[in-house]
């Protein structure tokens, strides 16, 4: 077992970048947990895309559905491992802040477009929302997250390059805090990372099951995760209806992802003897795991879900849609500026290069809902649309 002093507290934390006095009521987490939900850029979660475009239907998962359930997760597994819950709730809530529309084909789209200009990446991103977008605060801009917040955003896929790092992750360097790219994450951004894969893996399978995309059979013949019930499932198919039976799937996948996961990580914090998040960054492999027999599960689920979902030929058109959208977005405003904002338009005007001009198109296109840029696609290139 961890012990307390393990878990990354107030005492141990390396700050915020602009000095602020804290709330006596609140710890800094729980503050910067508080910070990111009233954020501007956490609401267009809501209306933007996690598989299904946000009109395909209304019970289909979003960003934000997502991030709430990653959040629940990470807080759950945090507190089996005695970590902080408040630092693991907040980088799982902020981990999708910086998508695009349209989810991976918006960032593709606009990756493409910005090719010339540093490319775009939606962690960097986020880390660009966070530390210079949002505009709520008399004495800086962005959201003066602490360190550990900071750095789970980052790096919770794992250790940076510094010479292939995105732009926005370059820019913040030259004036921010060390975040130590070169090093492993503290154990909560590792509880986070894994909490996003347990959420995915056992959610998306529903809103699969739900388009019709496959049958529940397939899942239970499927996933060897389900092996050791898989003929109690068949018997209660005749007693139950199919979401009853997927909610139950749900809630066991999840379970036994996340207790073999505190097993598995119980067995290293054994093993490699950590006395502090420190100690965990400069271990030079993850803390945090699961074992191989479930990461064969998982890649099992993985491979499932590509090849019956991700690729279906519904989701692709949705998909090529989605990336003519963002991609004709970013062509009309790099070439005609005056369509931007009278906000967008003034920053771009003082914007003293190309390179400076393009990412203020792109901070503006990243930060639309699904259905605000299918809206702006219509009104700009749908002669009878907007008057």
């Avoid at 991103?125 to 959201?143: A, H, M, W």
């Avoid at 965990?280 to 019956?308: C, H, Q, W």
Wanted: net charge neutral; aromatic share 10%; glycine share 4%.
């Amino acid at each position: 077992m961890l012990k307390k002093n393990f878990s990354t507290n107030f005492s141990t934390s390396k700050g915020r970048l602009y000095k602020e006095k804290e709330d006596v009521n609140r710890s800094i987490y729980q503050r910067d947990r508080d910070r990111v939900i009233h954020s501007s850029a956490f609401r267009r979660l809501e209306h933007k895309t996690q598989v299904f475009v946000h009109h395909e239907g209304d019970h289909y998962r979003s960003r934000l559905t997502h991030s709430l359930e990653v959040s629940q997760i990470a807080r759950t597994i945090a507190r089996m491992l005695v970590l902080d819950e408040d630092l693991s709730e907040v980088i799982a809530l902020a981990h999708d802040l910086g998508h695009t529309p349209f989810g991976h084909a918006g960032e593709e789209a606009l990756n493409k477009s910005m090719s010339d200009y540093g490319g775009f990446d939606h962690n960097a991103q986020t880390l660009r929302i966070v530390t210079l977008l949002e505009k709520k605060y008399f004495s800086f801009d962005g959201l003066n997250l602490t360190w550990e917040t900071l750095e789970g955003i980052v790096k919770h896929n794992g250790p940076l390059e510094e010479n292939n790092l995105p732009f926005a992750i370059q820019d913040y360097l030259k004036n921010g805090m060390n975040l130590e790219i070169e090093t492993w994450c503290g154990p909560e951004a590792q509880v986070a990372a894994l909490s996003d894969d347990i959420a995915y893996f056992s959610h998306d399978f529903e809103d699969g099951v739900r388009a019709n995309f496959f049958t529940l059979e397939e899942i239970i013949d499927t996933f060897s995760i389900l092996s050791d019930v898989k003929k109690n499932l068949y018997n209660k198919m005749n007693d139950y209806s199919v979401k009853r039976i997927v909610n139950e799937i749900r809630r066991l996948i999840i379970s036994k992802m996340i207790l073999d996961l505190v097993i598995k990580t119980k067995e290293n914090i054994i093993k490699f003897q950590p006395k502090s998040s420190q100690d965990v960054r400069l271990l030079g492999k993850p803390l945090i795991e699961f074992s191989d027999a479930m990461s064969s599960s998982m890649y099992e689920i993985r491979t499932f879900l590509t090849n019956k979902m991700y690729k279906h030929y519904e989701i692709n058109r949705m998909t090529s849609k989605a990336k003519r959208i963002v991609s004709d977005l970013f062509k009309i405003y790099s070439q005609e500026a005056d369509c931007l904002p009278n906000e967008w338009k003034l920053n771009y005007d003082k914007a003293k290069n190309s390179f400076a001009k393009n990412r203020i198109i792109t901070d503006y296109i990243a930060g639309m809902t699904d259905r605000f840029a299918i809206n702006e696609h219509k009104k700009l290139y749908d002669f009878n649309k907007g008057w």
